[in-house]
């Protein structure tokens, strides 16, 4: 069975860092694509980052050039590293995965297989 799960989560303060993990198992991650997900208070879920099976990113409007996303496949994992957090940043984190095309991004929830039961960000001002 497939699953995904999230860690690093907490509180933090405005302009501080955190680094979330989706470790995988159940199955090998190495070739799919992954992006993380994120869903404030009283807001959709909207995509942050993604990472193709072929380690090529992508990332949303209001997180480039403060967050990077990352995997390590001998680690079956993938990581997203925040830095200099807004309190608008504040939301629970999903990591997310498709194993049938693994070559493409795609910022569409809908278009992820698997999915994690999220890590909860919350950043102070």
């Known amino acids: 069975q497939v699953q995904l799960v999230e860690s690093g989560g907490g509180l933090v303060q405005a302009g501080g860092s955190l680094r979330l993990s989706c470790e995988a198992s159940g199955r090998t991650f190495s070739s799919s694509a992954m992006a993380w997900f994120r869903q404030g208070p009283g807001k959709e879920r909207a995509y942050v980052a993604g990472i193709s099976g072929l380690g090529r990113t992508y990332y949303g409007d209001s997180v480039k050039g403060r967050f990077t996303i990352s995997r390590d496949s001998s680690r079956n994992s993938m990581y997203l590293q925040m830095n200099s957090v807004k309190p608008e940043d504040t939301a629970v984190y999903y990591c997310?995965?498709?194993?049938?095309?693994?070559?493409?991004?795609?910022?569409?929830?809908?278009?992820?297989?698997?999915w994690g039961q999220g890590t909860q960000v919350t950043v102070s001002s």
């Open positions: 997310a995965a498709n194993m049938a095309f693994a070559a493409t991004l795609n910022t569409a929830s809908s278009w992820y297989e698997h």
